[in-house]
């Protein structure tokens, strides 16, 4: 970097504007400026020029700040910047021992005071937080691209819904029978796969999740293809949550309470909520054992741990069954609170959305993934007039956070280690 | 028998296009090693584009088959490459030294960009375009029939040709073995003074194109498209591209008429509901049993 103060080059940024221009009304001139309509269509030049002038307007922002002294030092930031882990000091109290509690309380009482619109709103949030964590199992700890991860979503949820109309099996049965389907089913697609190369992984996954779709949407006689299937209610010792039941008392009758349908939505939240916060714990005591440093110590070079000993099959193996079976959960408790489940749920949009949330709230932080799990999906609820643009904002999500800042918005912190006084040296 | 030689004919002609397609994620794969999610939907573009050249012409009285065909052909090829570029300007240079797993998921958003921004634009609602060749061969075998029509032939000899001018490229002319040079080692190859940036950039334009090429024969034939088609004929062409081998440009060509047989033959006798099943299917056990594919060399780890 050059010390003396250099002028800025106004003529070299306003060539930049114009080819900037010049490329943004290709490619936007054509799609956006003819709109189709039928065998005809119409001129749209306005929003053209619209989207060119800021194109241009940007490029010349830009060009001009790259130029500046305080430009030039953020890029130089940006070239070598190095967000890895931080780690704290030994004995370093976090704060966090004071605000989890004070979470936990909060979460148990949300059923209580807010509405029944805000209760499903949060209940699907958490369902997001479930999905997000064994997704970030799988992506942020290991490294290991999932793109069906929908998949096993979509094994719990059916799983829930045909174990009930087939076998009689109802939430309490299913919820650890599925998540035990989707590990097992994590297993037979990861064992061969993940003994190659990362990236034939996504592809794999990829078509695995849509093989599930199509099999969802065309085997008609046992999954009732789109109109979908009804999934039952959890019971409480047996009690119901129906208005009325088959056989024994439904809860409100047994308590004496009037019929309200938003029981079913706090009991199911209660349940949720106890199961996110034990997988919480589970993880994070999983990333300090061996094998959640394991996983970490693949992601970031395969070639070493190899040749130190680790069996990588057998580390990601354990990390992609673990994430399925997450996904198995949440797809039980997607499934109990629609209480309907068809194909059209697990698209490939749902795992692009949840590895969104992986990606925002970093790679292997387990509060980002919470935080980024409840803004993705309770924002778009309330933003409801920009819901044509929530793809987009995905998608632009997705590459700025990789340009900017590959290791998501929340940095990973670990605890630093000290020898014990007595200990060898 | 007349219906097994129908869906031959069906599939040489989809199995040349996927070839087309297969061609922009081998050679990416070949130079950068990225697996370029948004090709399909540069391709989904391009039969936007097709679309719209063909209004536009016709709008400007246009309308005899070869100025139109011809005029779509250079509009749609010209725009794509454009997208080519633009895209692996805004969304993969910028990350050319990051991690595998974050230029994969860079791909992944500008496969969602792409989507949705043509589904804002252009709406959501099925699009078409009119149906340009009509008329057919008729060849009577036994009981049956089998009818080849003007614009399956027309599909042929464009793909053909096009992965023709392609390898011509590739082999013979100086921007070729530029490309091959960098495939082969691209530390190498800078040292010895090629501009690498500007070679890949190069290989993106021309998986862009050889996708427009790709886009404007499918839409012509079937008329109809949307803004979700690229995603399942792109993981299509990727299984094409494995199965010939990544990184092999004879390979892309070979798996994508492979692929594009055996899914006719599929779709014909036994179930044409599971065809897209059949054909994830064959991808999942390509990889698993055979990574390298037909015409691939074995990838070798390196330290």
């Given at each position: 970097m050059s010390q003396q103060t250099k002028g800025i080059n106004i003529v070299s940024a306003l060539k930049d504007t114009v080819i900037a221009g010049l490329l943004s009304l290709i490619i936007f001139g054509p799609v956006v400026g003819v709109l189709l309509d039928g065998y005809d269509f119409t001129f749209q030049g306005a929003d053209v020029a619209f989207i060119v002038s800021i194109v241009m307007a940007g490029r010349f922002a830009i060009s001009i700040f790259s130029q500046t002294e305080f430009g030039e030092a953020f890029l130089y930031r940006q070239a070598t910047k190095d967000d890895g882990v931080v780690v704290t000091a030994p004995g370093y109290k976090s704060r966090m021992r004071f605000i989890i509690p004070i979470m936990i309380v909060v979460g148990l009482l949300v059923p209580f005071i807010a509405s029944k619109y805000v209760l499903t709103v949060v209940i699907l949030g958490l369902i997001y937080v479930?999905?997000?964590?064994?997704l970030n199992i799988v992506v942020g700890l290991a490294g290991l691209l999932d793109l069906g991860f929908v998949g096993f979503y979509a094994i719990?949820?059916?799983?829930?819904?045909?174990?009930?109309?087939?076998?009689?099996?109802?939430?309490?049965?299913?919820?650890?029978?599925?998540?035990?389907?989707?590990?097992?089913?994590?297993?037979?697609?990861?064992?061969?796969?993940?003994?190659?190369?990362?990236?034939?992984?996504?592809?794999?996954?990829?078509?695995?999740?849509?093989?599930?779709?199509?099999?969802?949407?065309?085997?008609?006689?046992?999954?009732?293809?789109?109109?979908?299937?009804?999934?039952?209610?959890?019971?409480?010792?047996?009690?119901?949550?129906?208005?009325?039941?088959?056989?024994?008392?439904?809860?409100?009758?047994?308590?004496?309470?009037?019929?309200?349908?938003?029981y079913k939505y706090i009991f199911i939240y209660l349940i949720l909520l106890l199961v996110v916060l034990a997988v919480l714990y589970i993880k994070h005591r999983l990333?300090?054992?061996?094998?959640?440093?394991?996983?970490?110590?693949?992601?970031?070079?395969?070639?070493?741990?190899r040749s130190l000993g680790l069996n990588h099959v057998l580390v990601k193996l354990s990390a992609f069954m673990l994430g399925a079976s997450t996904g198995g959960l949440a797809g039980v408790f997607f499934a109990t609170y629609q209480g309907f489940v068809n194909p059209s749920s697990f698209t490939f949009f749902e795992s692009a959305l949840i590895?969104?949330?992986?990606?925002?709230?970093?790679?292997?932080?387990?509060?980002?993934?919470?935080?980024?799990?409840?803004?993705?999906?309770?924002?778009?609820?309330?933003?409801?007039?920009?819901?044509?643009?929530?793809?987009?904002?995905?998608?632009?999500?997705?590459?700025?956070m990789m340009v900017w800042k590959p290791r998501g918005l929340v940095r990973v912190t670990r605890t630093g280690f000290a020898t014990r006084k007595g200990s060898a040296k | 028998m007349d219906i097994i030689l129908q869906q031959l004919v069906n599939g040489l002609t989809l199995g040349s296009v996927y070839g087309l397609i297969a061609i922009g994620y081998t050679m990416v794969y070949g130079i950068i090693g990225m697996i370029n999610f948004?090709?399909?939907?540069?391709?989904?573009?391009?039969?936007?584009?097709?679309?719209?050249?063909?209004?536009?012409?016709?709008?400007?009285?246009?309308?005899?088959?070869?100025?139109?065909?011809?005029?779509?052909?250079?509009?749609?090829?010209?725009?794509?490459?454009?997208?080519?570029?633009?895209?692996?300007?805004?969304?993969?240079?910028?990350?050319?030294?990051?991690?595998?797993?974050?230029?994969?998921?860079?791909?992944?958003?500008?496969?969602?960009?792409?989507?949705?921004?043509?589904?804002?634009?252009?709406?959501?609602?099925?699009q078409g375009v009119p149906t340009m060749l009509t008329?057919?061969?008729?060849?009577?075998?036994?009981?049956?029939?089998?009818?080849?029509?003007?614009?399956?032939?027309?599909?042929?000899?464009?793909?053909?040709?096009?992965?023709?001018?392609?390898?011509?490229?590739?082999?013979?002319?100086?921007?070729?073995?530029?490309?091959?040079?960098?495939?082969?080692?691209?530390?190498m190859a800078s040292i010895l003074g090629i501009n690498t940036d500007r070679i890949i950039s190069a290989v993106f334009v021309i998986g862009a194109t050889m996708a427009a090429l790709a886009g404007v024969l499918i839409t012509l034939d079937y008329g109809a498209f949307d803004f979700y088609v690229g995603f399942i004929i792109g993981i299509k062409a990727f299984t094409a591209a494995v199965l010939g081998g990544i990184g092999s440009l004879p390979g892309a060509m070979l798996g994508g008429v492979i692929l594009g047989l055996s899914e006719a033959l599929f779709a014909?006798?036994?179930?044409?509901?599971?065809?897209?099943?059949?054909?994830?299917?064959?991808?999942?056990?390509?990889?698993?049993?055979?990574?390298?594919?037909?015409?691939?060399?074995?990838?070798?780890?390196?330290?």
């Amino acid at each position: 970097m050059s010390q003396q103060t250099k002028g800025i080059n106004i003529v070299s940024a306003l060539k930049d504007t114009v080819i900037a221009g010049l490329l943004s009304l290709i490619i936007f001139g054509p799609v956006v400026g003819v709109l189709l309509d039928g065998y005809d269509f119409t001129f749209q030049g306005a929003d053209v020029a619209f989207i060119v002038s800021i194109v241009m307007a940007g490029r010349f922002a830009i060009s001009i700040f790259s130029q500046t002294e305080f430009g030039e030092a953020f890029l130089y930031r940006q070239a070598t910047k190095d967000d890895g882990v931080v780690v704290t000091a030994p004995g370093y109290k976090s704060r966090m021992r004071f605000i989890i509690p004070i979470m936990i309380v909060v979460g148990l009482l949300v059923p209580f005071i807010a509405s029944k619109y805000v209760l499903t709103v949060v209940i699907l949030g958490l369902i997001y937080v479930l999905l997000g964590l064994g997704l970030n199992i799988v992506v942020g700890l290991a490294g290991l691209l999932d793109l069906g991860f929908v998949g096993f979503y979509a094994i719990g949820a059916y799983g829930l819904a045909l174990g009930y109309e087939n076998l009689g099996l109802g939430f309490w049965s299913m919820l650890p029978l599925a998540a035990i389907m989707a590990a097992v089913a994590g297993a037979i697609l990861g064992f061969p796969v993940l003994r190659m190369h990362g990236d034939y992984l996504a592809i794999v996954t990829l078509g695995f999740g849509e093989i599930i779709r199509l099999v969802l949407t065309n085997w008609t006689s046992f999954t009732h293809g789109p109109n979908g299937i009804s999934a039952p209610l959890p019971t409480l010792f047996g009690l119901e949550f129906k208005r009325r039941s088959r056989e024994g008392t439904p809860f409100h009758e047994f308590f004496g309470l009037p019929y309200d349908s938003a029981y079913k939505y706090i009991f199911i939240y209660l349940i949720l909520l106890l199961v996110v916060l034990a997988v919480l714990y589970i993880k994070h005591r999983l990333t300090r054992m061996p094998i959640g440093r394991a996983w970490e110590a693949l992601r970031e070079d395969e070639i070493a741990c190899r040749s130190l000993g680790l069996n990588h099959v057998l580390v990601k193996l354990s990390a992609f069954m673990l994430g399925a079976s997450t996904g198995g959960l949440a797809g039980v408790f997607f499934a109990t609170y629609q209480g309907f489940v068809n194909p059209s749920s697990f698209t490939f949009f749902e795992s692009a959305l949840i590895l969104a949330i992986v990606v925002l709230g970093g790679m292997g932080s387990t509060i980002g993934v919470v935080i980024a799990a409840f803004v993705l999906t309770v924002l778009p609820e309330m933003l409801r007039e920009f819901a044509d643009y929530r793809v987009l904002m995905f998608g632009i999500l997705m590459v700025v956070m990789m340009v900017w800042k590959p290791r998501g918005l929340v940095r990973v912190t670990r605890t630093g280690f000290a020898t014990r006084k007595g200990s060898a040296k | 028998m007349d219906i097994i030689l129908q869906q031959l004919v069906n599939g040489l002609t989809l199995g040349s296009v996927y070839g087309l397609i297969a061609i922009g994620y081998t050679m990416v794969y070949g130079i950068i090693g990225m697996i370029n999610f948004a090709h399909g939907d540069v391709y989904m573009v391009s039969s936007y584009l097709t679309a719209i050249a063909i209004a536009l012409l016709s709008y400007f009285g246009l309308e005899s088959f070869p100025i139109i065909i011809f005029g779509t052909l250079i509009f749609t090829i010209v725009v794509t490459g454009a997208y080519g570029w633009v895209i692996e300007r805004v969304a993969y240079r910028p990350l050319r030294n990051s991690s595998r797993l974050a230029v994969l998921i860079s791909a992944i958003g500008m496969s969602l960009i792409l989507q949705n921004y043509v589904q804002i634009a252009q709406g959501a609602r099925q699009q078409g375009v009119p149906t340009m060749l009509t008329g057919a061969i008729r060849l009577d075998i036994g009981d049956g029939f089998v009818q080849i029509t003007y614009m399956k032939l027309f599909i042929l000899f464009v793909a053909f040709l096009g992965m023709g001018v392609l390898t011509y490229i590739i082999q013979k002319t100086k921007l070729g073995r530029m490309c091959r040079a960098t495939q082969q080692d691209r530390k190498m190859a800078s040292i010895l003074g090629i501009n690498t940036d500007r070679i890949i950039s190069a290989v993106f334009v021309i998986g862009a194109t050889m996708a427009a090429l790709a886009g404007v024969l499918i839409t012509l034939d079937y008329g109809a498209f949307d803004f979700y088609v690229g995603f399942i004929i792109g993981i299509k062409a990727f299984t094409a591209a494995v199965l010939g081998g990544i990184g092999s440009l004879p390979g892309a060509m070979l798996g994508g008429v492979i692929l594009g047989l055996s899914e006719a033959l599929f779709a014909g006798l036994i179930s044409s509901d599971y065809k897209d099943v059949f054909s994830f299917s064959l991808l999942v056990i390509i990889l698993i049993f055979r990574p390298s594919g037909l015409l691939g060399k074995p990838e070798v780890e390196k330290v």
